[in-house]
């Protein structure tokens, strides 16, 4: 009988990587304690060490984006006031 696809939460799969990472129990032994394949776990570990560098970046990038955003709404807005009043001039 075929086993049903499991998904796994990010928050789980940080946990395991970093269990991983600390290297006090092998990957086997891991396995069987989270009941996950070995090779799992160490993709989760590549990919976690892989995007670590996100967390310290994402501040930086996100004031930045979070400034154009509020640059495009204000251009917008002031867009849409000068639309407004071209329509009420022409339409007289």
């Known amino acids: 009988m075929k086993r049903e696809r499991r998904k796994f939460s990010a ?3 940080s946990k395991v990587a970093i269990e ?3 290297e006090q129990m092998t990957l ?3 396995a069987k ?3 996950v394949h070995p090779n799992q776990i160490t993709c989760w570990k ?3 060490l892989e995007n670590a ?3 310290f970046e994402s501040k930086n990038q996100q004031d930045s984006t979070d400034q154009e955003k509020e640059d495009l709404y204000n251009k917008i807005g002031h867009m849409q006031v000068e639309i407004d009043f071209l329509k009420k ?3 007289k």
């Open 89 to 91: 001039v022409l339409g």
């Open 11 to 13: 928050a789980f799969k």
């Open 28 to 30: 086997q032994e891991l």
């Open 53 to 55: 560098s996100v967390v």
């Open 33 to 35: 304690k989270f009941d």
């Open 46 to 48: 590549r990919d976690f």
């Open 20 to 22: 991983a990472l600390k």
